[in-house]
């Protein structure tokens, strides 16, 4: 049951990281900031534990929302990962956010489906300096994990 | 290759650090061989915001919002560059691919509120040909809404990457890998698995003065069957390509071509001089001369 409420209280601070991040968006005055997020090549989930090597945390399950905007309009994920007390993330889901029970993961009937049939070399395995794909959710996925953090710091 | 100390010789001191920033949603990356001064860095957050301001589907105070409301708009700078591609790709996808798909993208979910709660049949868009337009001026029917997703990101690559040339920049500008590549030497870009984005299935090896736009349907989808690629001529998410890739001069150009390759075979894009790949329920394919490597 701690998990559960854990989960409802950043559920709602994520939502209001959500309206800070769209006012910020909508002002286009984040442009001018440093970002310390990788280039997409290395966005994975592991990012977010660099400056809080520190810290500790509350182990439990949590979600998070986050949400952008992009020229074609406003986009928002869902969250979902576990933390250990180190900070070291164990299992993460990333939602796009959907009617009630129709949450279910698009990329995996679909995409998935097809481009199963695809071969794939490790990204890591490549001397590329670029990715090139449909990487968009990274910037409402950061936020999230930097929101659950945050809040998880015991 | 993590370190990008140079050899002593060739180059007198290392390169700068890659300028990044989050705009429009997406990480971008800017790399160049002298710093972006701090001046030039404003300049391209005025840009960045001048442009969302007029062409972002969510804001009410905005050109699409003015648009919809019947007024005539002037869209300002660069605005008759995009729009004539939109002519293009329109004619090219037989409507397929039509600016005024906003409305369609609404009932879907993809909203101001980003319910994305279907709460509607799907709608075709109005026709295009129901625009009128003056050079950079657009009027609509009264309650079309403007999309700009298609070629929008690519557009505005090119235009920071413009205005960093005219600074005396050589830079390459990469907004979420949307590329426009205006460095000294080519680069490899991986092309991101649509299934799976710690994967590749090819790399691409993108020469100086060339832009490269991937689209793919995966990240972009908030429900069984919905996702952002509509057809404006149903209003119904399109089938069967899940991803694309678009070398062309331009990244307007690479996006825009990218999307519309979710419709018509390259063939149809010949007038945009564009070498592509894309992935459907048959595989990966190739342009004769996509300049790069595909791992099938």
Redo the contacts between chains.
């Keep these: 049951m701690t998990h559960l409420s854990r989960s409802k209280k950043l559920a709602m601070s994520g939502a209001a990281a959500v309206l800070m991040l769209t006012a910020a968006c909508g002002g286009g005055s984040d442009t001018e900031s440093e970002s310390t997020d990788s280039s997409s090549s290395d966005e994975t989930t592991e990012d977010a534990s660099s400056t809080e090597t520190a810290t500790t945390y509350t182990v439990g399950d949590y979600s998070a929302e986050g949400s952008y905007q992009t020229p074609g309009g406003t986009q928002s994920v869902e969250v979902e990962l576990s933390l250990e007390a180190d900070g070291t993330i164990t299992a993460v889901t990333v939602t796009p956010q959907a009617d009630g029970g129709n949450s279910e993961q698009f990329q995996t009937k679909f995409a998935g489906g097809i481009a199963d049939e695809v071969v794939g070399t490790k990204i890591d395995d490549l001397d590329v300096s670029k990715v090139s794909g449909s990487s968009l959710t990274s910037g409402g996925f950061n936020a999230a994990v930097d929101e659950i953090k945050a809040e998880a710091a015991a | 290759?993590a370190s990008t100390r140079p050899s002593t010789r060739s180059r007198p001191r290392p390169l700068p650090e890659?300028?990044?920033?989050?705009?429009?949603?997406?990480?971008?990356?800017v790399d160049t061989s002298e710093d972006v001064s701090a001046e030039q860095?404003?300049g391209?957050?005025?840009l960045?915001?001048e442009?969302?301001?007029t062409?972002?589907?969510?804001?009410e105070d905005g050109g699409v919002a003015r648009l919809r409301a019947g007024e005539t708009v002037d869209l300002g700078p660069g605005a008759a560059e995009l729009l004539d591609l939109y002519d293009e790709l329109h004619d090219a996808t037989d409507g397929a691919v039509n600016p005024l798909v906003g409305g369609g993208?609404e009932v879907l979910?993809?909203?101001?509120a980003?319910t994305?709660?279907?709460h509607g049949d799907p709608v075709a868009a109005p026709a295009w040909s129901t625009a009128r337009r003056v050079g950079t001026t657009l009027q609509v029917p009264v309650g079309a809404v403007l999309?700009?997703?298609a070629a929008?990101?690519g557009w505005?690559v090119d235009r920071v990457a413009t205005q960093l040339v005219e600074a005396g920049h050589a830079p390459t500008v990469?907004a979420?890998?949307?590329?426009a590549h205006h460095g000294t030497a080519p680069?490899?870009?991986?092309?991101?698995?649509?299934?799976?984005?710690?994967?590749?299935?090819g790399?691409?090896d993108l020469q100086p003065g060339l832009a490269?736009?991937?689209?793919?349907?995966?990240?972009?989808?908030?429900?069984?069957?919905?996702?952002?690629v509509l057809d404006a001529r149903t209003g119904r998410p399109t089938r069967g390509v899940?991803?694309s890739?678009v070398v062309a001069r331009t990244a307007a150009v690479a996006d825009g071509a990218a999307t519309a390759l979710f419709f018509v075979p390259p063939a149809r894009l010949a007038a945009l001089d564009v070498e592509a790949a894309w992935?459907?329920?048959e595989?990966?394919h190739t342009t004769p001369d996509f300049p790069g490597e595909v791992?099938?």
Excluded at chain 2, 18 to 29: H, K, N
Excluded at chain 2, 176 to 179: A, F, K, M, S, V
Excluded at chain 2, 212 to 221: D, E, Q
């Design positions: 290759m890659p300028w990044r920033f989050e705009a429009i949603g997406t990480a971008w990356t860095r404003a391209v957050a005025d960045v915001r442009i969302d301001r062409w972002s589907r969510f804001r993208l979910g993809y909203d101001a980003y994305l709660t279907r999309d700009v997703g929008g990101k505005l990469d979420g890998g949307d590329i680069i490899r870009v991986a092309m991101e698995h649509p299934g799976d984005p710690t994967l590749a299935v790399v691409v490269l736009c991937g689209s793919a349907v995966n990240r972009r989808a908030w429900g069984e069957g919905l996702h952002h899940v991803a890739w992935i459907d329920d595989g990966l791992f099938s």
